[in-house]
């Protein structure tokens, strides 16, 4: 993954020694919590494409993470998460750029994002980066789990 213009902000891959650290950056950092946010679903993501967990640090620090998808037909973001105290510094558009890097060399033609409707501060920043919503089309979900 590329450094960015700001040469204190870089992005990379996450590796098995993160998770801890980035279980606890999403208590501070993202809006809600997922059924999947422990240690045994981000150790499956890692494990199972490791490339799909980006994280954008400053200074050695964990400012931002951004989960990028691809199942091989579609490019699919979630837990864009940036730490409060970087917000509107970039991390998040730097963590975009990275994803869709990714996608790109993968041979992906579009992204879709997971953004809480409830989130109205983020809706800017995705808007900002070329990301609209889908009025026609709802999210259905199924636990599969308790």
């Not at 700001?6 to 501070?28: Q, Y």
């Not at 998460?81 to 994803?99: E, S």
């Not at 989130?119 to 808007?127: G, L, V």
Request: net charge negative; with cysteine; charged share 25%.
């Amino acid at each position: 993954m590329a450094v960015m213009n700001d040469l204190s902000l870089s992005t990379r891959s996450a590796t098995p020694a993160d998770l801890d650290e980035v279980l606890a950056f999403w208590k501070v950092a993202a809006e809600g919590t997922s059924i999947s946010d422990d240690g045994d679903g981000v150790a499956r993501l890692v494990e199972r494409d490791p490339e799909a967990l980006i994280l954008a640090e400053r200074e050695g620090e964990l400012v931002g993470t951004v989960i990028a998808g691809f199942d091989g037909w579609r490019c699919h973001l979630y837990r864009l998460a940036v730490h409060p105290d970087q917000r509107r510094r970039g991390v998040g558009n730097a963590l975009l750029a990275a994803a869709e890097e990714r996608f790109t060399a993968l041979g992906g033609r579009r992204a879709d994002a997971m953004v809480l409707d409830r989130n109205t501060s983020a809706h800017h920043a995705w808007r900002a980066a070329g990301y609209g919503p889908e009025p026609q089309w709802s999210r259905w979900v199924k636990h599969l789990t308790d």
